[in-house]
């Protein structure tokens, strides 16, 4: 069980100073939780009751659009935390849907377990101000990317945050991601190839 | 001084239980500042080092998308926070640039006093958390009307939040915040007042 937490006990130790006897009340109500290839963790509609850490594989966060397309939203890898927050915090329904791109393994941690972490961590109030500040900056990045990157700016910035993607996800996922078609997609990679 | 305080006193007594001792405290580091309408608050490039409260007035968030077009990101009321927060928390060049749409008074909150408040308020981290969630919850509803509302919702939603914008901003400025034209605005509000 303890190898199971390793990952998450080290991405937490890089945002807050926390004792071994703090981590392991923390971490003893921590669930895992394994899913396959192109399970669903989460279905828009629901409430996500958990925050996701992605202790092995890869996650798809996705919401339906106003033509009733399918956009992909974020990818979360391994060693990074997913939810919708909104939800998680707010107890509404979801509006995004999140699925496993790969047999994935999970850290769920509860809005009870979180919370009493505020409590109980001397440094629980931090790490969740810390987590919020990097979610929205991720938000805010997305959003101004929309406005102000082309097609081409967010396939280079996608590549090189993720080396591997094209490797790891299906183009029409990373098309969606990026907001254009799979025939468009497959001409920018084209031209970046024959530039490289 | 006091009565140029109350507002933020009142806003930050909602998020936390803050002593009057540890208010007299932090406040006394605030600054307040006054600016004319059309004022620039922050200029886009410039690193955003304050926290801005509305203590009175309006502010318009902006920016410069790829087609070398001014948008509107967003409208800060009286008594809510504005920042470029990644730029302010990562000492980055800001992406945005803020403005004053009417005579405006902001109390201004430096990242010195922003931190010294997380270690000497009892509940200053907590307050820290929470403001960011809140500004992550009107970036993801920002990012889901983009892609899941019609123009004519995010009017209505814009028109419900904030009763008399019509009155207090220019139009082409609402168009650009829902990144419509005005002409395709003007015909949303005929439509509108048929209908009711």
């Known amino acids: 069980m303890k190898d199971n937490f390793r990952n998450i006990h080290k991405v937490i130790s890089s945002y807050i100073d926390i004792s071994d006897k703090e981590w392991a009340c923390y971490a003893?109500?921590?669930?895992i939780q394994e899913f396959e290839k192109k399970s669903?963790?989460?279905?828009?509609?629901?409430i996500c009751r958990d925050v996701f850490f992605v202790n092995k594989g890869l996650l798809r966060v996705y919401f339906i659009d106003n033509n009733g397309e399918e956009k992909?939203?974020?990818?979360?890898?391994?060693?990074?935390?997913?939810?919708?927050?909104?939800?998680?915090?707010?107890?509404?329904?979801?509006?995004?849907?999140?699925?496993?791109?790969?047999?994935?393994?999970?850290?769920?941690?509860?809005?009870?377990?979180?919370?009493?972490?505020?409590?109980?961590?001397?440094n629980g109030e931090r790490l969740g101000r810390l987590l919020a500040e990097d979610y929205l900056f991720i938000c805010n990045d997305k959003l101004l990317a929309i406005y102000t990157q082309t097609p081409l700016q967010r396939y280079h910035n996608l590549a090189s945050e993720f080396s591997n993607i094209f490797q790891r996800i299906p183009q029409h996922y990373i098309a969606s991601y990026l907001n254009i078609s799979s025939v468009h997609l497959s001409r920018l990679k084209s031209n970046t190839n024959k530039n490289t």
């Open 28 to 31: 003893s109500k921590f669930r």
């Open 40 to 46: 669903i963790i989460l279905n828009e509609g629901n």
């Open 72 to 122: 992909t939203f974020h990818f979360a890898l391994k060693n990074t935390f997913i939810a919708d927050y909104e939800s998680f915090f707010k107890r509404n329904p979801s509006n995004y849907s999140i699925q496993a791109m790969e047999d994935t393994s999970i850290v769920l941690v509860s809005r009870d377990v979180l919370e009493h972490g505020y409590k109980v961590l001397r």
